[in-house]
């Protein structure tokens, strides 16, 4: 990867001035807001983006709310570099939350610490599963993936609303949740007093599995070939359909095991509204991240840096959190403008489907 | 239990929730049609509601509120075209981008124009009754005693469908979305075709959001579209992008709505989350039972680019 930085050395520096530019005009237009509220814009972004390295709890809530969304991006930026859109993060999310809820119900404290594993490979396998009704719809009947996984955010968000109001509703309780897993399957916080978890270790793990998977296995070359163009794929000999099938089912591993983590590590039970739109937000995660490891990571850590800080923005200077919709969506509107102005190319893979395949055999070649 | 007024009271629920999903719905059927995806839908929606009620509010007058909501939309629609037609960004993303933003946006407007009121409120608009067929036992009432807006939806219907399958302009139309490069060498304007279908589609999603003011609600919250902009992409794939069915699978929608809310006021005890999903789980089976899905416009949520081979 470090080698394809420096060859398109400037190309990469270039798309670091254009986020950071748009991240600088993001904040301006927000001070506009602010002042339009007669807020001091000062004192609301001192509160935003200072208040998170203030205390401890708030850096650990930071990481808390980084952990899904790396874990989500990772799997929509592999989705996206076959050329799919997976807009289904939060479907795979929850499948995988209820896989891990019915082992702990099933299985429970038996196996000790093997709960946990077998419950987060469980969450994979759900998650895998939810995603690749998608990925087979995409291959066998050329139903756009777009629509099926907005179409199983809806039909997996009301059955898990059906599950936990009724089959699965811990007994006693008066809120619609399931029972608490038992204490070896909770993921332990890092420190007292904070809500950051260890799972922030296997989001990291993740990204470096997408690195490796991306740029040193062949697996992920064939993947950036389907994502290059279907007819480049059929000429090297790859059967671009079985990989929609095979991409989209990995990509929906990673959103299975997000589920799994937040109910291990952080709310125990599976509840409605457990994902506090994941899906969406990982999408623009692993678009600011440029679909990129690392990129995926830092931006996730921004996003979550942002709602942390929304957080005590609004109890200190009441602005309200939907403030920072405002800011997202003027930053990732300003990317896409700078992008596409500034690179002219920038675009996700399959849009650019000749240079990119051969770009992509040149690179291999050398 | 009456069982014939809690038919027609389920009925006219289903009319009356499916209208706004059925203005949406269309809207993305002919944005689809002509090859663009319009996940911003959402956010057209809850621009259109906002501004319609910021205009009736002020002017006091629902029409030209409606008017408003419509061109507001269709404003939003403007920057989600030039996003990914000309400056050929992602569809899906810039939808999801605006879908966030125009919650926050929204909100944000409405607080810095009525601070925390937010009892607000405008009058609804009544339903017309049409003679004679508003009598009709059971049916009549449902479908012929409703505001002016449902008759309106009625003829936007039947005349995007004449329009699309009877006209020249329908058929070039089509052809933009299914082959954008045969289109060009008819000398047919791929661009402008898609910018054209984009703006009606944002008209329609605008007037559904003015209908959740000015015949639903009557006042503005936040995020009032509440997801109907993308039950309005769902209703375009169960209609398999015929107009005219996109009625029928709005009401269908609006129906388990309405009976959801019905099976919870009389305490039956079927889960009524089962019945919310049903109407996507048959828009899924729909796509493959009938025809591999052919009927999707085949260069959807394609970038077009002159250039390229």
């Known amino acids: 990867m470090k080698r394809e930085n420096t060859k398109n050395g400037s190309e990469f520096w270039q798309k670091g001035l254009i986020i950071l530019l748009s991240v600088l005009g993001a ?19 001192q509160q935003l983006l200072f208040s998170p390295v203030k205390t401890v709890g708030n850096l650990g809530q930071v990481i808390k709310d980084a952990t899904p969304l790396i874990i989500i991006g990772v799997g929509v930026s592999i989705a996206t570099k076959c050329g799919l859109s997976n807009l289904g993060g939060d479907s795979q999310f929850y499948m995988g939350a209820l896989g891990y809820v019915l082992v702990s119900i099933t299985i429970g404290d038996k196996l000790g610490g093997f709960s946990l594993i077998v419950g987060i490979l469980v969450a994979m396998v759900f998650g895998a599963l939810t995603a690749a009704i998608a990925g087979i719809f995409r291959a066998c009947f050329k139903v756009s993936e777009i629509i099926t996984t907005l179409m199983l955010n809806y039909i997996v968000q009301y059955f898990i609303s059906y599950l936990v109001n009724g089959p699965l509703k811990s007994e006693g309780s008066t809120i619609a949740q399931t029972a608490e897993v038992p204490a070896c399957m909770k993921i332990p916080r890092m420190f007292q007093g904070t809500t950051a978890s260890w799972a922030i270790l296997i989001a990291i793990v993740c990204a470096v599995f997408y690195w490796v998977l991306i740029s040193k296995t062949k697996f992920g070359y064939n993947i950036k070939t389907v994502g290059g163009g279907i007819r480049a794929a059929r000429y090297s000999g790859i059967n671009p359909m079985k990989y929609y099938m095979m991409v989209m089912a990995l990509s929906g591993v990673f959103g299975g095991l997000a589920g799994a983590i937040e109910v291990s590590s952080q709310k125990y ?54 403030f920072i919709a405002i800011i997202k969506g003027i930053l990732i509107l300003f990317i896409l403008f700078g992008m596409s102005i500034k690179l002219g190319k920038f675009r996700l893979p399959v849009k650019h489907k000749k240079e990119a395949a051969l770009a992509g055999a040149g690179k291999e070649m050398k | 239990m009456n069982w014939s007024l809690f038919i027609v009271s389920v009925l006219s629920a ?12 269309i809207g993305v059927v002919i944005s689809e049609k002509a090859g663009v995806l319009n996940i911003g839908c959402e956010a057209e929606m809850l621009m259109g509601a906002f501004i319609t009620f910021v205009v009736s509010y002020t002017t006091g007058s629902t029409v030209v509120g409606v008017l408003a909501g419509g061109i507001a ?6 920057l989600i ?19 966030i933003f125009m919650v926050g946006f929204t909100s944000f407007l409405y607080r810095a124009l009525y601070g925390n009121q937010s009892s607000l409120s405008i009058d609804t608009i009544d339903s017309i009754a049409i003679p004679l067929l508003s009598k009709i036992p059971f049916i009549g009432s449902v479908f012929f005693d409703q505001t002016i807006l449902y008759y309106i939806l009625i003829l936007v219907a039947i005349a995007s469908w004449y329009i699309m399958n009877k006209m020249k302009v329908g058929l070039q139309l089509r052809a933009v979305g299914e082959n954008p490069k045969a289109a060009q060498a008819c000398g047919i304007n791929v661009v402008r075709f898609r910018y054209v279908a984009l703006s009606i ?3 329609l999603s605008g007037i559904a959001g003015s209908y959740l003011i000015v015949a639903i609600m009557g006042k503005f919250t936040e995020n009032i579209s509440a997801g109907r902009g993308f039950i309005g992409m ?9 107009p005219l069915l996109a009625l029928v699978a709005s009401f269908i929608f609006g129906a388990a709505q309405g009976l959801q809310m019905r099976l919870q006021a009389y305490g039956i005890g079927i889960p009524y989350q089962i019945l919310l999903m049903l109407p996507y789980a048959l828009t899924l089976v729909s796509l493959v039972a009938f025809g591999r899905g052919a009927k999707a416009p085949k260069d959807l949520g394609h970038v077009y680019e002159k250039e390229a081979r």
Request: charged share 10%; hydrophobic share 55%.
């Open chain 2, 234 to 242: 769902a209703v375009s794939a169960l209609c398999h992008w015929n």
């Open chain 2, 73 to 78: 939309g269709m404003l939003v629609a403007q």
């Open chain 1, 269 to 322: 039970r599976l509840l409605e509204g457990l994902s506090n739109d994941f899906g969406f937000n990982a999408v623009l995660v692993s678009l600011l991240g440029m679909l990129h490891p690392v990129g995926v990571v830092i931006a996730a850590i921004f996003f979550a840096w942002l709602s942390t800080g929304a957080n005590v923005m609004q109890i200190t200077c009441g602005v309200p959190v939907t």
């Open chain 1, 27 to 45: 904040l301006l237009v927000g001070a506009v807001f602010l002042l339009i509220q007669k807020k001091s814009p000062v004192e609301v972004y």
């Open chain 2, 81 to 99: 075209a030039y996003l990914s037609i000309s400056r050929k960004q992602d569809q899906s993303v810039v939808g999801i981008v605006l879908n």
């Open chain 2, 201 to 203: 589609a944002g008209f």
């Open chain 2, 14 to 25: 289903a009319v009356r929730m499916g209208i706004p999903i059925a203005f949406a719905g």
